[in-house]
Each structure stands twice: as structure tokens, then as C-alpha cells.
């Protein structure tokens, strides 16, 4: 059975502002060394296990240039335009939609573009486990992230760790962002995992579930399919699109499905939720900075710091973020980090687009 | 008799990087909110006192043109260039020479021009009560400014509060910059006045004091004011000046001399330090900023924010100091801002002459 992805790539992520803007969202920011984004990188990380004409991308009418800008190998008819922000499950059967006109049925990789992994190998392996399992029946799996700390930002998966098919575990429920204690007793059992919205299904068992759980949706989705290739088929999607509820996956089928599995992995995943995430990714220097760009620090400890042409000199900071762009400089406490969106939300007040 | 006024202009301060540059010093800088640079207000301050003729600016040569245009009505032969920094004594002896070619005698005020004054009246009237002393006997007056606070960073004059001329006490030595413990005590004396640089004299007591305290300086000024107007001024000049020793007035007069008095003011004296005298200048904000230019701040208390054009969002910061430039952002923890010359030092060292 043939192997293909569906890359999501809509986000309008605010939390790099202003490095990340409306027009330039995290997924095309490169925050690595190697110069490439973060949507370069999860389809190269995926080549040795999808052929470039297999993998898709879902987004929207605004970022289809840069899609095709940082990724011309993509067959342009392989770049997805959701008409207006639906969440996932209607992004995904979108992609079931556009794949299914290719493979009568196929393995289906669902990848967000702005995640960061360290061990493409490690990732790899965690891949072709699952989709050995997502190839029998019509199970549905995910990729969990053994936690490593008790984070209080993402959902949870419990999985029976009795209960296992290959190196997956059958899930018993997803759960949402837990407190501090809790999340430090899901650490504790060893029976969580971090959900790291990364599937693996074939298209078959998607539309299956699909239609149990989100009939209308379903119904929806294959009027739009029917109408891939037709003179219609703009017409159609901008109708049928707009008119499904916004639903994620995880509420509208994992939740509530059969079949449940997921693979925990250790590959070095990284949500690059936020400017912290830059510590994480890159080298701190002796002084605990992490430094880009043309900076002087003085007793300057513990900070990140990404400068542009201009010198940046700091002096006796400690724990703080600064970004430098062409027309806006960050300066921000890093535990305050969450209060970012609190700028651009101030900049939509008023009315400052420019800065957006 | 005359009363004329030297401006020494020839400091370099680098304390207020990166606004302050090599070729554009703090004196020219406008720190305050009617847009008017610090020497501006210094020659507008005395001018109910000087007449604009009677005003002299020592500089150097490099700010030469920075003097003519920012005080174009200051007459073109009243700026007078040092070849080399040598301190204040042999600057005030060269405005002593040049004075002396155009009055036998006269009141000569000597101003620094990088200190801000908030009630100007009250300054003239101590300037007028210091020309009072200074016009008798050969008398030197330097006005001192009521303590408010134990500072650290400034010398302190001890007066003696029962040996009184006019509104003057006699001066009994000048004291150098105290440790707090010391400074604490001179508050409690209320016989201790801050050093403020300024002075009021007779050409006719200055040049008795060089000759006698300052034998050789004294004949090499002689020397230059034989020379002024000559075909070889610029060579004696050149000459003479670079043969003298660097010694401050204070040390190479005041320290030493009779007939020191004093006159105590309370006229909103600031010398403009460094940048934290920003807070003190200008009307903070009621969450305690000093906030000019592009600025958004979330959450962020006690800070000096300096923008230019570029926007500045500031979230969860305490005690900061923030300075956009067209080429460089300073920031500092406001408790640091005497590591400030750490970065030019640095600059220095890494030859990045551009940024200094």
C-alpha cells in the first residue's frame, strides 16, 4: 500500500511575533541553524519513507505562494487551500478527499508543520511502526511523546500498557491540559504521553470513522471530492467547506472512536511552542544565552537574544527575550512569554495591520 | 565690570551610548522634552546674566561644527578649539586668554554645558549673588548644590557655616567622591555641598591663582594670549597647550588657593549622569516608565524606554533601561548603567569604531 502525508500548514502561530507575522507564520520561519523552516524540515524529514508527489500540504489562499516558494518540488496541485480555518478534521478529510483521487486506498501520514524533531532516524522507526499497525483493520494511531517533565500545555493520551499490537498501546482516552498536579501524576504512572497531533491511518479507515462520527462533515467532504477536477470543484469546496463546524480530530473521532492505538516515541520532538523553545533547539553559550546576530552581552545571563544587523547590547539581563526585526523589537521576561499575544492583540485594537 | 561666561564643551561621555556618540557627546544631545540640546539650554540659561557676545565655548576641534550649529549666534572667534584635552585648568586658561584680548578685566562664569537645571531663576539669582563675592579682593566663587541625597558619585565641598561674605561661606577643603557611609555623614552635617563644576571669577584672581599655583601652565598661557590674533596663533596654540600638564581646576586651584567661597543652591541641579537621570528629568508614566517614541508596554513597570521609529513592545519588565538607535539597542538593567561603558569598551577593543 502506498504511503502518503498530509502536511497542516494553515496556523497562524503569534507567538514567534514579531518574528512570525500574518503573512509569515512560524511553519516558514527557520528557526534552526541550518537555515531551513520548519515546513522544509518536516518534509525532508519525511522523503525516506514518502515520495515528494505523495506528500500534500494543507493551508490557505495567503501562504499557497510561500508554500511553493520554499517547497518547488511539491507538485503544485499537491498544495490544499482550505477556503476559511475549520480545524483539523475537516482540513484532514480534505487531504482524504484530494489523496483518495489518486490511491483508491492508501496510508495517510497527518504531520503539523511546525514541530520540531531531533532524531529523524529514532521518528522514522516510530513511522513505519505505525503504520504497520494502521495498516491492519481499520485502527486509527497516533504518536505519543513519552513526557519528560510535567508540562501543563499540551493534551494527554492514556494508554493500557497491557494492551499492545506490534510497539503500539491501545489508547484509553485522550485528555485535555492538565494541572501542575495532575500532570505530575501522569509523569508518575509512566502510562501518559504527550499528544502530539501526529496521525497514521489508511484513507479508508478515516472515511469510516468519518462518516460514524462526523456524518454530515462526511457527507460534506465527499461532495467535495466528487467535485475535485470539475469546473465546480472551487465553487464546491468554498460552499461545502464553510459550512462544516469547526472540529478538531482529537474531539471530533479520536475521542470517540474504536481502534485507538498509539506509539510513544523519544525522538526529540519539540512543539517550538513558544520563543522558549529557541533554548531548546540551540546551543546556550558559557553564560547560558543563546545568542544570534550582531550582539554584545554584558553580565548577561540566561537570556535569548536574535538580533538582525542591528547591535543588540545588553547589560546585567538575566532570563529575557529579544528579538530585533526591520520594524519591531521584542523585549520580554521569559516567564511573561504567554503575554506576547497580548501585543499583537493590543496591535489589532489599533488597527497597526503593519505590524501584524 | 563685565560679566563674560566660558561653556566647557569638550567632554566625550560615553554614558549615554548608544544615543551619545564619539562625534555627537552628550552636550548636544537634547535629553529633555522641549527638543533643545543640552548646551542650547546652557547658553539660553545665562543669557539674562551674559550677553551673547560675552559668551566663549571651549570645545575641540571635532565639535566645531556641532557648536557653530547648534549655537549660531554664538560669534564664530567665542568658539574656541583645544588641540588637546588636557582637563579644565588649561581650558579655562585658554578662555581666560581669549576673554582677556577683548576686557582688561571682567567676571568670567565658568559653566560646564552638559548639566540641566530645572529652576532657572533661582540659579541666576545664585549667579548673581556668586559675581558679588567674586567682584571683591581676588576671591573664587564656585556654587554648590544642597545635597539631597547621599550620592557616591560626586565630590562634596566642606563649607564653613560661621565665615560668611554676602550670601557666601568660605570654603574649607574639597572632599572626594565619599563612600555612602561618609556621604551619609556629610548629609547629617549640613556643612557639605556637592561639587558642581561651576565657577565665577575675576579674569584678574584666575590669572593670579594659575601664576602662583600653576607657575609653568600660567607662562604657557601667557604665551598663547601673546599670540592670539598673530599669523602664528594656531602654531602656539598647538604648542603650548600640548606641553601642559592635564590637571583638573580643582586640583591644580581650588584644592590649594585662599579666598575660596561658596554659594549653596537648590535649583534643581542635575547633572545628567547617566541615563537613569532620564526618570528624573522626564514625567514618568503611573506605571513608573519614562516612555518616548514607537512604544507598546504590557505589563512592564520602572523602565526608560527610548524608541526611535522602529516599534517597541515591552512585556513583564522591571528596571530596565531600553535605547533604540538607527544602529544599535542598548539594554540594561538600570542598576547597571554604569557598566555601559563595558560595550564601548568592548567596541573599542574590537576596533568597531562605527558604533562609537
Known amino acids: 500500500m502506498n504511503t502518503t502525508a498530509l502536511i497542516m500548514a494553515g496556523g497562524r502561530g503569534e507567538r514567534f511575533w514579531p518574528r512570525s507575522r500574518r503573512n509569515l507564520p512560524k511553519q516558514f520561519l527557520s528557526l534552526t541553524d541550518d537555515g531551513k523552516t520548519m515546513i522544509q524540515l518536516t518534509v525532508e524529514r519525511i522523503l525516506p519513507l514518502v515520495k515528494m508527489e505523495d506528500i500534500y500540504i494543507a493551508t490557505n489562499k495567503n501562504y499557497r505562494d510561500l508554500v511553493r516558494s520554499?517547497?518547488?518540488?511539491?507538485?503544485?496541485?499537491?498544495?490544499?487551500?482550505?477556503?476559511?480555518?475549520?480545524?483539523?478534521?475537516?482540513?484532514?478529510?480534505l487531504g482524504a478527499a484530494h489523496?483518495?483521487?489518486?490511491?483508491?486506498?492508501?496510508?495517510?501520514?497527518?504531520?503539523?508543520?511546525?514541530?520540531?524533531?531531533?532524531?529523524?532516524?529514532?521518528?522514522?522507526?516510530?513511522?513505519?511502526?505505525?503504520?504497520?499497525v494502521a495498516g491492519e483493520g481499520d485502527n486509527l494511531v497516533t504518536l505519543g511523546i513519552t513526557p519528560t517533565y510535567p508540562e501543563t500545555?499540551?493534551?494527554?493520551?492514556?494508554?493500557?500498557?497491557?494492551?499492545?499490537?506490534?510497539?503500539?498501546?491501545?489508547?484509553?482516552?485522550?485528555?485535555?491540559?492538565?494541572?501542575?498536579?495532575?500532570?505530575?501524576?501522569?509523569?508518575?504512572?509512566?502510562?501518559?504521553?504527550?499528544?502530539?497531533?501526529?496521525?497514521?491511518?489508511?484513507l479508508s479507515s478515516i472515511w469510516k470513522n468519518l462518516g460514524k462520527y462526523m456524518p454530515e462533515t462526511c457527507s460534506r467532504l465527499k461532495t467535495i471530492a466528487a467535485a475535485i477536477g470539475t469546473p465546480e470543484e472551487e465553487t464546491v469546496l468554498e460552499r461545502e467547506f464553510a459550512a462544516m463546524p469547526s472540529?478538531?480530530?482529537?474531539?471530533?473521532?479520536?475521542?470517540?472512536?474504536e481502534h485507538i492505538y498509539t506509539i510513544p516515541g523519544t525522538f526529540g520532538w519539540d512543539d517550538v511552542g513558544s520563543w522558549l523553545a529557541v533554548e531548546r533547539i540551540k546551543k546556550t553559550n558559557e553564560d547560558g544565552n543563546v545568542v544570534?546576530?550582531?550582539v554584545?552581552?554584558?553580565?548577561?545571563?540566561?537570556?535569548?537574544?536574535?538580533?538582525?544587523?542591528?547591535?543588540?547590547?545588553?547589560?546585567?539581563?538575566?532570563?529575557?527575550?529579544?528579538?530585533?526585526t526591520d520594524d519591531a523589537i521584542l523585549i520580554c521576561e521569559k516567564h511573561k512569554a504567554g503575554d506576547i499575544r497580548k501585543v499583537t492583540e493590543n496591535l489589532k485594537i489599533c488597527n497597526r495591520d503593519e505590524y501584524l
Open 99 to 132: 489523496i483518495g483521487k489518486k490511491y483508491e486506498d492508501a496510508l495517510m501520514l497527518v504531520l503539523p508543520s511546525d514541530h520540531l524533531i531531533k532524531f529523524n532516524n529514532m521518528f522514522l522507526s516510530a513511522l513505519r511502526a505505525a503504520c504497520q
Open 296 to 324: 554584545i552581552t554584558i553580565d548577561t545571563h540566561n537570556c535569548i537574544i536574535q538580533g538582525k544587523g542591528k547591535l543588540i547590547a545588553s547589560v546585567g539581563l538575566r532570563d529575557l527575550i529579544i528579538v530585533d
Open 292 to 294: 544570534n546576530g550582531n
Open 247 to 257: 472540529v478538531s480530530i482529537d474531539y471530533g473521532i479520536m475521542e470517540k472512536a
Open 153 to 202: 500545555g499540551y493534551g494527554y493520551i492514556k494508554f493500557n500498557p497491557h494492551a499492545t499490537l506490534g510497539a503500539a498501546y491501545e489508547v484509553e482516552r485522550f485528555v485535555e491540559k492538565p494541572t501542575l498536579e495532575v500532570a505530575k501524576e501522569y509523569l508518575e504512572t509512566e502510562e501518559y504521553l504527550w499528544n502530539s497531533g501526529m496521525f497514521i491511518w489508511k
Open 70 to 93: 520554499q517547497l518547488p518540488e511539491i507538485p503544485e496541485e499537491n498544495i490544499l487551500c482550505e477556503p476559511v480555518g475549520r480545524n483539523t478534521a475537516p482540513c484532514i478529510g
